[in-house]
């Protein structure tokens, strides 16, 4: 009996050690959200640590003066890419406002004219199903039209917010400048304040778990940003020679964006694209968003292999039950959440994991 009061003992506190583990990474994640703009110079300190080395190294300047350097240079390129973003992007979403029902009343008569040469009676449906039919391409065609405008009118409100965007961008460049200046003096407070075996274990793990995401997100950051720089690029030669594409940068971001999305890709929004084009008869246009997908596939499969150099060792499957939970919980940018939580708890308990899970917790 004592044995077994002794296993149930063990196998309460593995579960309860595993629940207070998630309950302090779900704390960590709210309160990273609260404080965002402190993550965000985070991430970009980290990012901006090799440059200042660099700098350090080849020109042998202090570290303060190094990370002045890199800040002024980050700040530069952050304003003049804030300033050329917000600024097209409240045009282009203007205007794409003023041309959503052309555009939705134009894919409404190519549909119509599509249905329109197979006929439904052949089918010898019940009468009340066949008026669901006929109706549903006005019902759908509506839904889009409204859905599009809520959402453009939600990008220009946020992007009109331009007083509260300032207040972040300026909390998170000072932030930024703090841990680029005095990192080796917070680290130093850190580990005064913590006992010495916490500083041992939590430096162990917090190293791993930067490590990990840190390359993840940087190899996508990088593969994300080269998807978006060639379509942005090439949208911008095609209406130079005279293949119109009227909002190439919200285009852009939102083939960026899918890109960004584990297992899903630019071909999802693409493919489609080009497919619709050419059965609009634009031929040009279809075949240049398939060279430029071509380009930005070539480029990917080129660079992947060199910037994942270590796999995160989690299945397709299960990455996809990650981006699923996310959105679930908090929308769609659960999608892009899900899998980077999903490395950290493999990360956190990666013993348990080698072991097997139920294996781990419930063996004497």
Known sequence: MVIELGYFTKVIKRIGIIGISIIILILLFKLSIFYMPFLIAFILSLTLEHPIKFFMKKFKFKRRTSSIIIFLITIAIIAGLLTWGISTLI?????????????????????????????????????????????????????????????????????????????????????????????????????????????????????????????YLKAEFILVLVSFVISLIGFYILNIIGININYPLLIALGIAFVDALPILGSGTIMLPWAVICAADGNLKLAIGILVLWAIMSIVRQFLEPKLVSNKIGIHPIFTLIAMYTGFKFIGVWGMVLGPIILIILKNIFSTLIDKGVVKAILER
């Open 91 to 215: 045009s282009e979403a203007s205007n794409l406002m003023q041309g959503v029902n052309k555009y939705v009343d134009k894919a409404y008569v190519q549909i119509e004219s599509i249905t329109s040469q197979f006929d439904i009676k052949r089918l010898k449906l019940p009468e009340q199903v066949e008026k669901i039919i006929e109706t549903s391409n006005d019902d759908f065609f509506n839904n889009i039209g409204t859905w599009i405008k809520n959402s453009l009118s939600k990008l220009i409100d946020f992007l009109m917010q331009i007083p509260t965007i300032a207040i972040y961008t300026s909390i998170t460049l000072i932030a930024l400048y703090f841990m680029c200046v005095d990192k080796v003096y917070m680290i130093d407070e850190i580990e005064h304040h913590l006992p010495t075996k916490w500083v041992k274990k939590l430096g162990i793990h917090v190293r791993e778990i930067i490590s990990s995401v840190g390359n």
